[in-house]
């Protein structure tokens, strides 16, 4: 590579470093959209035969708690603990 290539060379990477900071942002804080054609109803359609609660458990923040799952220890714990 000859000398004079470098200063080309280094404004393309600056450029290049510049657009991928620039759009690894890209994007909106917010919550998620909901699916097209969801209702905003509290009425939830369930398929026949399936139990549904009268209520969901709730959190302290108001928010639908999760149900309790079975802990089902992976190879990574390890390190994350």
Same mark, same amino acid.
């Given at each position: 590579?000859?000398?004079?290539?470098?200063?080309?060379?280094?404004?393309?990477?600056?450029?290049?470093?510049?657009?991928?900071?620039?759009?690894?942002?890209?994007?909106?804080?917010?919550?998620? +959209?909901?699916? &097209?054609? @969801?209702?905003?109803?509290?009425?939830?359609?369930? /398929?026949?035969? %399936?139990?549904?609660?009268?209520?969901?458990?709730?959190?302290? +923040?108001?928010? &639908?708690? @999760?149900?309790?799952?079975?802990?089902?220890?992976? /190879?990574?714990? %390890?390190?994350?603990?």
């Amino acid at each position: 590579m000859r000398q004079s290539d470098r200063p080309i060379l280094h404004l393309a990477l600056i450029g290049v470093l510049a657009a991928s900071i620039g759009l690894s942002a890209c994007g909106r804080k917010g919550p998620l +959209d909901p699916p &097209p054609g @969801a209702s905003f109803t509290d009425e939830q359609a369930t /398929p026949a035969g %399936v139990k549904t609660r009268d209520k969901p458990i709730m959190g302290p +923040d108001g928010k &639908p708690l @999760a149900p309790a799952g079975v802990n089902k220890p992976i /190879p990574l714990d %390890v390190l994350l603990n």
